[in-house]
């Protein structure tokens, strides 16, 4: 029996958690694995009593994390706490003995055969994706070719399985990434050229010899916003 560890830190409006929690729960997993959940709770205990068939772990971080009706305002020292608390979810997925780590941000519903076409993939780091409306209206996703966020190729929007060189939040990563060395935390020598944990861990990733792919037979959905969120509400009803 294969183990994976579906984790996340958890910073969450309420409701936007349990529309998330509730795509957890619809997701089919495929025979021969079982699926524990891990939450490091980080300054937003008024989610704790709707955390179900979970782990989780409670901390403080500190940092102010604000958001706006169409953004999220990230600093520079909040990307460096949350590489701190991914990697908080690595240490539970090695110390578990798991054989695969599911990182899926708390703001994203997944569709029900997520899990099925990531592990058939058979890649050592794959992301499945999903699309977002920037405030400019142009749309952007979750995975990118070079530098901060250059290149999304057009094919991306149709099914299949590409090479890609940069990808995040709802990534399926095998266990021998982590022991090779691979991780979340800041390279000391870049500052500002690459903003974001994410980046920091697809370079070392690539660095260590590791591809990484993003899969697009089922995108996800983003309730990036409030807006998003209650449009999803009602397609749901």
Same mark, same amino acid.
């Given at each position: 029996? +294969? ?21 957890? $729960? ?6 021969g694995f079982e699926v524990d ?15 179900? $068939? ?22 520079? $020292?909040?990307?460096? +706490?949350?590489?701190?608390?991914? @990697?908080?979810? %690595? ?9 695969? &780590? ?26 499945? %994706?999903? &699309? ?11 995975? &990118? ?10 094919? &991306? ?11 995040g939040a709802l990534t399926l ?15 000391? @020598? ?7 944990? $994410?980046r920091h861990f697809c370079v ?9 792919? %993003? ?23």
């Amino acid at each position: 029996m +294969k183990k994976i560890l579906i984790t996340a830190p958890l910073r969450q409006d309420v409701d936007v958690f349990q529309a998330y929690q509730d795509g957890l $729960d619809r997701l089919e997993v495929p025979e021969g694995f079982e699926v524990d959940r891990f939450f490091v709770v980080n300054d937003c205990n008024e989610v704790i009593p709707y955390i179900r $068939d979970a782990k989780i772990e409670v901390t403080e971080t500190g940092e102010a994390y604000e958001k706006t009706h169409n953004d999220h305002l990230w600093t520079l $020292d909040l990307m460096w +706490k949350m590489g701190e608390l991914r @990697n908080r979810t %690595i240490r539970e997925m090695l110390d578990g003995g798991y054989d695969y &780590w599911l990182s899926v941000d708390t703001d994203i519903v997944l569709d029900p055969w997520t899990l099925y076409h990531l592990i058939q993939a058979d890649k050592d780091i794959v992301s499945e %994706i999903f &699309w977002t409306q920037a405030p400019n209206g142009k749309y952007w996703c979750n995975a &990118w070719m070079f530098d901060q966020s250059f290149g999304m190729p057009e094919e &991306w929007h149709k099914p299949g399985l590409y090479q890609c060189g940069m990808t995040g939040a709802l990534t399926l990563v095998k266990r021998k990434v982590f022991e090779a060395g691979v991780s979340y935390a800041k390279i000391p @020598n870049i500052h500002t050229a690459l903003r974001g944990e $994410d980046r920091h861990f697809c370079v070392r990733a690539a660095c260590a010899g590791f591809e990484l792919w %993003i899969d697009s037979h089922c995108p996800a959905r983003h309730l990036y916003t409030r807006k998003l969120y209650e449009e999803y509400m009602a397609e749901r009803r």
